[in-house]
């Protein structure tokens, strides 16, 4: 609040001898009262209304009342002490260093521990590393018979990758005996590295014969069970061709088998005999080896009537596993995985 008083005097004033107020007012000073005090003219009777009024008064009449400001205080009018002036320091060299309000001192520390800390996360990182892998390679080394896949994907040792020309297997001279004659023609139905097939006749009144051997390399296969070897696919295919020979598939026309086990031939072998009773009565001698992972097949067939004469059934049979140990002996012969 400023100092109550006499209201400021208009601009222009220059003191009581210079003063140019409104036209009307009196330039000299009024005679004194009895009272001692100096009076302002502005109160004497006979003055006009407008010019005995006081500049104050009047609205406009001067410029309204500021409030004064107060001096900007600098470092020159108020030098801060000496020892303000060192602690102030280091704020300031902070502020112009852009540190965000903090010391030097403490940025660096805060940095070295930083790196500290990248240091000490790679070398426990790269330890924990190298201990993991050593874990894993100390695990295997101490394990060599750790379990493996149960499937096999490949020919076993003792196994075969070729079997022998099925029309290579038999002399011509075993042949005529056991056809009862020379074959007319021989035919080969399948001629491959794994699987080779070959059909001999005789059809010459009165004898009828029919002699065809097969032989069959199985590779690895998922579909037959047990671990997928080649051995497990011969052995499934033996189990089928025996299960169709003991039960024929029904709407064919082959009775049902007779079978007996052969003993000393191969992995397993039987005998299956079947009786055709159709418009010729036709005998069928079938024996089934199986020889690691090679399935051989053996038929013999020979037809009675109409001209031909009957034959020996356990001839039939004699001649059909002479011929099937002649084969197994061929593929014997072959080559094995890791022999």
């Known amino acids: 609040m400023t100092e109550q008083g006499y209201p400021p005097r208009p601009p222009g004033h220059t003191g009581h001898s210079g003063y140019s107020g409104r036209p009307g007012r009196p330039r000299t000073v009024p005679e004194s009262r009895g009272n001692g005090w100096q009076m302002l003219g502005a109160f004497d009777s006979g003055s006009g209304v407008e010019s005995d009024l006081p500049p104050w008064a009047v609205p406009g009449g001067i410029e309204p009342l500021r409030p004064a400001r107060r001096p900007t205080r600098t470092a020159e009018a108020e030098p801060m002490p000496r020892a303000d002036i060192a602690a102030e320091e280091p704020r300031n060299t902070r502020s112009a260093g852009g540190g965000g309000g903090r010391r030097p001192g403490r940025s660096r520390a805060a940095a070295t521990r930083r790196r500290r800390s990248r240091r000490r996360l ?41 079997v022998p020309n099925a029309c290579r297997v038999l002399a011509p001279s075993t042949l005529k005996t056991y056809l009862n004659g020379t074959p007319s023609k021989s035919v080969q139905t399948f001629g491959a590295a794994t699987k080779s097939e070959c059909t001999f006749e005789v059809d010459a009144k009165p004898t009828f014969r029919e002699l065809d051997i097969v032989m069959q390399a199985y590779p690895p296969s998922l579909i037959a069970p047990g671990n997928g070897s080649a051995t497990s696919y011969a052995r499934y295919t033996f189990a089928q061709d025996r299960q169709v020979l003991l039960t024929p598939p029904k709407g064919t026309a082959q009775p049902r088998a007779t079978i007996t086990p052969l003993s000393g031939l191969g992995g397993q072998a039987i005998t299956a005999v079947q009786l055709f009773r159709q418009r010729l009565k036709t005998d069928r001698v079938t024996v089934l080896v199986r020889v690691h992972n090679v399935l051989i097949t053996v ?30 002996a061929a593929v014997s012969r072959e080559s094995t995985v890791g022999a």
């Open 122 to 162: 790679v070398t426990w990182g790269s330890a924990a590393a190298i201990a993991a892998i050593a874990g894993v390679a100390i695990y295997f080394w101490l394990e060599p018979n750790a379990p493996v896949s149960q499937y096999v994907t490949s020919l076993q040792k003792g196994e075969f990758r070729d």
């Open 299 to 328: 038929y013999i067939w020979a037809s009675v009537g109409h001209g031909f004469a009957p034959v020996s059934i356990p001839q039939l049979q004699n001649y059909a596993e002479a011929a099937a140990r002649t084969s197994a």
